[in-house]
């Protein structure tokens, strides 16, 4: 009896280690790393045709390679859902310009960062570029970013959110809101593309640090690409793309 419930507990033990192998076991078995990311925050990942392209696209498939990943496998959604799939291990991994913040290192590790940027306040020429200048009036950002939390901070501000930058940047141009915050290279990125006529932009507000996310408790994969992100930022990889995208390094310094 003492025999069989022994067993019993060794198989049951078997099938628990089984169940759950470590992420980078698995990666490392298939050869295929399976990433997540928006596909409209230009130049950092975004769609041109129906290629998902940008800087930490490229930047994640170079880590990938480093580690010994043969394929990288991508899939995009919504912003504020990126997080949610990834706590529900749908990817091994989010690449979508995520700053480190408290809040959101309850829920997911992330990596060491691999930019440092932060958000500017977009408006009409002579709109309201202050907090202060900001009472009372509207601000958009787009759903799930710390932008959407920043102006809480601020006195009788009206945030209104949106799917996606883009949407904002439309109110904008259509005076339904006043102002709208986004990251600094983004706004630069549409800019040198044309698509903001007229509006002009602060200096950075809030500093931020940006990493990949993956997640929570998968040492063994936190190591691998943190190891292969020190690798193209030392190897000149880094450097090439970040000239590429931005024409300047933008790694935090
Ligand atoms: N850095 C900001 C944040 O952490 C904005 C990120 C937005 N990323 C995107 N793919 N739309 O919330």
């Known amino acids: 009896m003492k025999f069989v419930s022994l067993l019993v507990t060794a198989f ?16 490392k078995k298939t050869g295929v790393l399976h990433a997540a990311s928006e596909g409209a925050f230009p130049p950092f990942n ?27 496998e991508w899939k995009t959604y919504a912003f504020d859902s990126l997080l949610i799939g990834l706590g529900e291990k749908r990817y091994d991994l989010v690449a979508a310009s995520h ?26 020429s002579g709109g309201p570029q202050t907090m202060a200048a900001l009472a009372k009036k509207t601000v958009a950002v787009a759903v799930g970013t710390t932008y ?25 141009l259509s005076n339904k809101v006043d102002a709208l915050m986004t990251d600094k290279f983004v706004v630069l990125q549409l800019k040198k593309e044309g698509k903001l006529p007229g509006l002009v ?34 190897d000149g990889t880094y450097a090439k793309l970040s000239q590429k995208y931005f024409g300047e390094d933008i790694r935090c310094k």
Do not use: W
């Not at 975004?46 to 998902?52: D, Q």
């Not at 102006?151 to 904002?168: M, N």
């Not at 690409?225 to 030392?234: A, D, I, P, Q, R």
């Open 148 to 172: 959407a939390q920043f102006f809480d901070k601020g006195k009788g501000i009206e945030v209104k959110t949106f799917p996606k930058d883009v949407d904002g940047i439309q109110a904008l």
């Open 46 to 72: 975004y769609f041109k045709g129906k290629t998902l392209e940008g800087f930490e696209i490229d930047l994640t498939n170079e880590i990938s390679k480093r580690i010994g990943v043969k394929k990288v």
């Open 12 to 27: 049951l033990f078997s099938l628990t280690a089984q169940a759950s192998p470590s992420q980078f076991d698995e990666i």
């Open 201 to 234: 932009y602060s200096e950075i507000i809030e500093q931020e640090r940006i990493a990949i996310a993956v997640h929570k408790g998968e040492p063994q994969l936190v190591a691998a690409l943190n190891e292969g992100l020190s690798k193209v930022m030392s």
């Open 99 to 124: 700053a480190i913040t408290p809040e959101r290192a309850k829920a997911v590790d992330f990596l060491n960062p691999y930019y440092c940027s932060g958000g500017v306040i977009l408006t009409k």
